[in-house]
């Protein structure tokens, strides 16, 4: 457990209240009763931003984020009806939405994947609780009615647009569909993904982006063991810019096959910003790449003998504007940390290619 799903149960610890505010009469309730709908919806944006910041994003946080933001809204939504704020239809459509996307999540969960939440997933949690702060304000001031009636209609949007979204990205879970002409490059099975491709959003994001810009990306992976090339390569057409890349485990691979010097290796051990910088910057030279992506750290579930604890992974970018490495601290098991560590690198990736895109522009 930690900051990030705390603040994400705290959304669920404030349904009840929140409740009991609606339905109670005195002086004031529904105006309490919007300020802690807004406090508790801000938490929807810090435990994300958090969690990014510090390296602590996990499964557990993926799973329970979607969920705590759908009983949040609904709550409060279907209290709403029974006051007479908003019609029933409204809730019908928002719950139709959630509960196809739970059952997508259900079936990926027993394929042995977790569905984060996706970009437009989390507008339409965004444009939903400023439909409902607008609809719990409607009845002290009967002022901002028009103002709320337009922010159902634009969540009513998001609401559908996003559903649809998310059933195309993981579309290859529910049945079979042919994509070549949207892949660029079909494969062995026409361009779709296999029920063994992950369609991760991080990559589609990141391949998406160096697709637009036209820049190519390699890696050099030691506790990820390859997980970053295979997350990036899942993604059909990723050959237009994935070149390739060193699982680089061993001490000597860092040396031989991306120029790590013995000398840094021996002073600051492998485990190490400064590795993770060189590392970057040997899979960039040796495939002549735009990006590159250099991994290490300790995935456990012991130590590596060092005072180094399990966790600590460094992740570091280059390009031609330069090198710039990053520390986390995971908590979660091997498996854990190594997921963790690629989907960051995934992440920095897509940054530094929006970067590149912006100084192109510039």
Not at 256 to 285: F, H, I, N, T, Y
């Amino acid at each position: 457990m930690n900051i990030p799903n705390v603040l994400t149960l705290s959304r669920l610890v404030a349904i009840p209240p929140l409740m009991v505010l609606l339905l109670v009469r005195f002086p004031g309730h529904d105006q309490l009763a919007a300020a802690l709908f807004i406090v508790f919806s801000i938490t929807d944006t810090l435990d994300g931003e958090i969690a990014r910041r510090r390296g602590t994003v996990s499964d557990f946080g993926k799973f329970l984020d979607p969920l705590a933001d759908k009983l949040f809204v609904l709550s409060v939504l279907i209290v709403l009806v029974q006051e007479g704020l908003v019609a029933a239809w409204v809730v019908v459509i928002i719950f139709s939405r959630e509960l196809i996307i739970t059952i997508l999540r259900s079936v990926a969960a027993a394929q042995g994947r977790v569905i984060a939440a996706a970009p437009l997933g989390k507008t339409k949690t965004v444009m939903q609780m400023s439909a409902v702060a607008l609809l719990i304000l409607q009845r002290p001031y009967p002022i901002v009615v028009p103002l709320a009636d337009l922010a159902v209609g634009v969540a009513i949007v998001f609401t559908i647009w996003s559903g649809l979204d998310y059933l195309w990205r993981f579309r290859y879970l529910i049945g079979p569909f042919d994509t070549s002409s949207m892949a660029g490059r079909a494969g062995p099975s026409g361009g779709g993904p296999s029920p063994g491709e992950t369609g991760d959003a991080a990559a589609d994001d990141l391949g998406e982006l160096l697709l637009k810009q036209g820049l190519t990306v390699s890696v050099a992976e030691s506790c990820t063991g390859g997980l970053v090339g295979t997350l990036i390569t899942d993604r059909p057409g990723s050959s237009a810019y994935f070149v390739g890349g060193v699982i680089a485990y061993s001490d000597e691979v860092k040396r031989s096959e991306l120029g790590v010097a013995p000398a840094l290796l021996k002073r600051v051990g492998a485990v190490s910003g400064e590795v993770a910088q060189a590392m970057a910057d040997g899979a960039r030279s040796r495939f002549r790449t735009d990006l590159a992506v250099g991994v290490t750290g300790i995935a456990g579930p012991d130590s590596d003998g060092s005072h180094k604890p399990v966790g600590l992974t460094y992740i570091a970018v280059a390009s031609a504007a330069g090198t710039a490495s990053h520390e986390y601290r995971f908590d979660g098991d091997r498996g854990s940390n190594r997921r963790q560590a690629a989907q960051q690198a995934l992440r920095l990736l897509a940054e530094e290619a929006r970067s590149v895109a912006r100084a192109k522009t510039a």
